[in-house]
């Protein structure tokens, strides 16, 4: 069992940023991909970014790329999501999840997910 709490959403104006945490307890060895997901009210969860906890590889998507860092404390068991220059697009609900897969960027190849965290960004 792996659990995952996010934190540090909320509500920030267009060109802001925001860092958004995720603290993962139990088997985590058990699940060497960590991804942050989001999902925008009546819109279909996607993928934003991905990382490997023992070589720190990461992976974005093009929306976000450039913008966004992706990060890792493995003494802490923490990933991170920095997040710059931030659009009214970006605001969504933002999951973080993990995974048993090294190349995983699909919803379906998650299978741990926390609870979600809003972040809202206003023009």
Same mark, same amino acid.
């Given at each position: =069992?792996?659990?995952? /709490?996010?934190?540090?959403?909320?509500? !920030?104006?267009?060109?802001?940023?925001?860092?958004?945490?995720?603290? %993962?307890? #139990?088997?985590?060895f058990?699940?060497p #991909?960590? #991804?942050?997901?989001?999902q925008?009210?009546?819109k279909?969860r996607?993928?934003?970014?991905?990382?490997?906890?023992?070589?720190?590889?990461?992976?974005?998507?093009?929306? !976000?790329?450039?913008?966004?860092?992706?990060?890792?404390?493995?003494?802490?068991?923490? +990933?991170?999501? =920095?997040?710059?220059?931030l659009?009214?697009?970006?605001? %969504? +609900?933002?999951?973080?999840?993990?995974?048993?897969?090294? !190349?995983?960027?699909?919803?379906?190849?998650y299978d741990?997910?926390?609870?979600?965290? =809003?972040?809202? /960004?206003?023009?």
């Amino acid at each position: =069992q792996v659990q995952l /709490v996010e934190s540090g959403g909320g509500l !920030v104006q267009a060109g802001g940023s925001l860092r958004l945490s995720c603290a %993962a307890s #139990g088997r985590t060895f058990r699940r060497p #991909g960590m #991804g942050w997901f989001r999902q925008a009210p009546g819109k279909e969860r996607e993928f934003v970014a991905r990382i490997l906890w023992n070589t720190g590889y990461t992976g974005y998507a093009d929306s !976000v790329k450039g913008r966004f860092t992706i990060s890792r404390d493995n003494a802490k068991n923490m +990933v991170y999501l =920095q997040m710059n220059s931030l659009k009214p697009e970006d605001t %969504a +609900v933002y999951y973080c999840a993990a995974s048993q897969s090294v !190349v995983a960027t699909m919803r379906n190849e998650y299978d741990y997910w926390g609870q979600g965290t =809003q972040v809202t /960004v206003s023009s």
